[in-house]
């Protein structure tokens, strides 16, 4: 018997972009969240707490209202989705977001200092040094959402931040764009620790 899986693209949307961080081992565990706007509305599809990133389960993909409450799905939203859902609420031209626990990123961002950008590819694609964001906790709490919007800087391009100790956050067009972002910031970071072991930066 087959059955219809409400919003089954934004939930394999989802599913693949996860798969991708998991591959480049930029989340392990169950940590991190993946969401894609659904056009049109107020919903999005995100994925459900506590479920890893290497899983093809669909139903550990929700569809949730920019609010986080729930609308389809028999699991919790990651408590994440309140951040994601902010995002989508102030920049109409963000409609995928990409947050994982990538070990360089949230190595530099121990620094407290922006991951600066030490290539000309992460000069030309990143719109700035990455701002790193102390939010004192593994979640961002409801008062310091505007404080995680406020990084990205539509003025000048700035598309990712990380939370200090915690992860980084990507935003994009779509979920190829934010995915991308993602990977560059975890490679400049990379690069920027070797360019300091060396003594270059």
């Known amino acids: 018997m087959n059955v219809t899986i409400a919003y089954a693209e934004e939930r394999h949307a989802v599913i693949a972009a996860q798969r991708r ?19 049109g509305s107020d919903l999005m599809a995100v994925k459900a707490t506590d479920c890893s990133f290497q899983g093809e389960d669909v139903e550990a993909v929700v569809i949730a209202r920019l609010t986080g409450a729930l609308v389809d799905g028999t699991r919790t939203p990651t408590k994440e989705a309140l951040l994601h859902g902010a995002i989508y609420a102030a920049r109409a031209d963000v409609n995928a977001i990409v947050h994982c626990h990538s070990p360089w990123a949230v190595g530099w961002s121990l620094t407290g200092r922006a991951i600066p950008n030490v290539t000309y590819h992460s000069e030309l694609k990143l719109g700035g040094p990455v701002p790193v964001i102390d939010t004192g906790s593994y979640s961002v709490a409801a008062h310091q959402i505007d404080t995680v919007l406020a990084g990205f800087d539509s003025a000048s391009g700035l598309r990712a931040v990380v939370l200090q100790g915690h992860g980084l956050v990507a935003i994009g067009r779509d979920i190829d764009d934010a995915l991308c972002t993602a990977e560059l910031v975890e490679e400049t970071a990379h690069i920027a620790f070797v360019g300091s072991m060396l003594g270059e930066r």
């Not at 961080?21 to 056009?39: L, P």
């Open 21 to 39: 961080c998991w591959e480049q081992k930029m989340q392990s565990g169950n940590g991190g969240n993946v969401s894609v706007r659904v056009a």
